[in-house]
């Protein structure tokens, strides 16, 4: 095929698209979201702030941003059905597995079951500015948002035998989340110091996270929303799509991946162990390295400070004394310095997940959480682009093969 070239591995230098949500400067370490810096951000606004920033382009009015808020929590409750979805899964079934079949399943609810609000109508529509497909969007968008954190609190429930529980109104977004969770963190007098409210502190550590896991341009699982969405199925069908890809440990399965390497180290002093193995290719350092971000990860070093203000409420987990003896070994390590292998994002947010009182495999749940408003913005983006919707269909370089003819099953040797 003249012309066709196979992108670098990985797509390590393709753009697919063109984008005005998230910077990301690799060389330097800069995150920008619209624009803003994520320390700003991640200082000063709040999750559905920056939620509406990301999907809309804007920081909201006052008013905007209560009528934003007040439909995502109207949105977060689910059909009763959704129980019985639930609880046809094993006990044990991981987390994600439920939480990725769960947003599919929304799609039965708010996709094909509505056709209007899906395919070429809708969009083209939308596109145009159509006022009536553009609120059609924006509720897809609220559902999703409202009730990503009911299907993971679900996910979390069902593994404890335990009932679903409908969280207050009147609480923020993280906050109503974590009640619905009503986890017994390691330190359980948390519930009661606050009257069974989640503790302010860690209300507080869960809006950052999720700030600061809410977009990252075109990540895999981002890429896989856009190229599923690309054919025009529900919105929630792309998602699904995008929470499998996020499944996967070289991406948001990280930070389950980083608290099991260190528990496997054990101490500070089998690191240096450890680090040989991970040079001889025999374990990965988890939570190291980016495809971007070839100095740092600006939000490794926010998300470190968020760990100590959970720590002074929860206790400090030993296992910070192995992840800190590893990350100071591993960046005045020449193999990791050499390949610019820094902390990213999962490599200290596991512990803060572990201190509050999460199991491991429910950490890239929440991880999913916050990034379905990134692939939400994406998604938007692509939905009412001027040019319109075109199916991602790539080529491929043929290496098979030339024309041969069939042999009958009695002729094969
Ligand atoms: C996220 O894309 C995003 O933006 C993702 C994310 C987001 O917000 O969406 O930031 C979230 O997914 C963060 C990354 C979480 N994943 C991990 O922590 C898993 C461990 N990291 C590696 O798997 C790896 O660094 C990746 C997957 C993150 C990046 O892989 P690349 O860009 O393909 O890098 P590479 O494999 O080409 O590595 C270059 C070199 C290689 O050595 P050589 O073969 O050239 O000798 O660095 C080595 C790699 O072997 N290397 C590592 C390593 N990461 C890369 N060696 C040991 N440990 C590692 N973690």
Request: net charge neutral; proline share 6%.
């Amino acid at each position: 095929e003249r012309g066709l070239r196979v992108a670098d591995r990985g797509f390590l230098n393709t753009a697919v698209i063109e984008s005005h949500i998230t910077y990301i400067d690799g060389d330097n370490g800069v995150l920008r979201y619209r624009g803003y810096p994520i320390e700003q951000l991640a200082e000063r606004s709040s999750f559905l702030e920056v939620s509406y920033l990301l999907i809309y382009g804007a920081l909201p009015s006052a008013s905007q941003l209560s009528h934003f808020t007040s439909e995502v929590l109207l949105h977060g409750p689910i059909h009763s059905d959704a129980e019985g979805f639930f609880r046809a899964f094993r006990y044990d079934a991981h987390p994600m597995s439920m939480l990725t079949s769960a947003f599919a399943y929304l799609g039965s609810y708010y996709g094909e079951a509505n056709p209007s609000l899906q395919g070429q109508d809708l969009f083209t529509k939308a596109a145009k500015g159509d006022p009536a497909a553009l609120q059609n969007m924006d509720r897809q968008i609220f559902r999703l948002i409202g009730k990503a954190t009911t299907l993971a609190a679900m996910a979390y429930r069902i593994r404890q035998g335990r009932d679903f529980v409908v969280p207050p109104t009147g609480m923020s977004y993280a906050e109503s989340f974590l009640y619905q969770l009503d986890h017994l963190s390691p330190t359980d007098h948390l519930s009661e110091l606050h009257s069974n409210k989640p503790h302010p502190v860690l209300v507080k550590a869960l809006d950052i996270l999720f700030i600061l896991h809410a977009d990252h341009e075109m990540n895999a699982s981002s890429t896989t929303v856009l190229q599923t969405g690309s054919s025009l199925p529900d919105p929630f069908s792309a998602v699904a799509a995008g929470c499998a890809s996020l499944y996967g440990p070289l991406h948001g399965g990280a930070n389950e991946a980083v608290i099991r390497m260190l528990v496997s180290i054990g101490s500070p002093k089998n690191v240096p162990a450890f680090l040989e193995a991970v040079k001889k290719r025999q374990k990965v350092l988890s939570g190291f390295g980016h495809r971007v971000y070839k100095t740092s990860d600006p939000r490794s070093f926010i998300i470190r400070k968020v760990a100590d203000e959970v720590f002074a409420v929860t206790g400090r987990d030993p296992l910070l004394d192995t992840a800190m003896a590893l990350h100071d070994a591993a960046l005045k390590d020449d193999y990791f310095v050499s390949r610019k292998l820094a902390p990213n994002v999962d490599f200290w947010s596991g512990l803060i997940y572990r201190a509050m009182g999460f199991p491991m495999d429910f950490f890239p749940v929440l991880f999913v959480v916050p990034r379905v408003v990134g692939w939400v913005a994406h998604w938007r983006q692509m939905m009412l682009s001027p040019s319109g919707v075109k199916i991602w269909r790539p080529r491929q370089l043929y290496l098979g093969p030339s024309t041969r003819d069939y042999v009958p099953l009695e002729e094969r040797t």
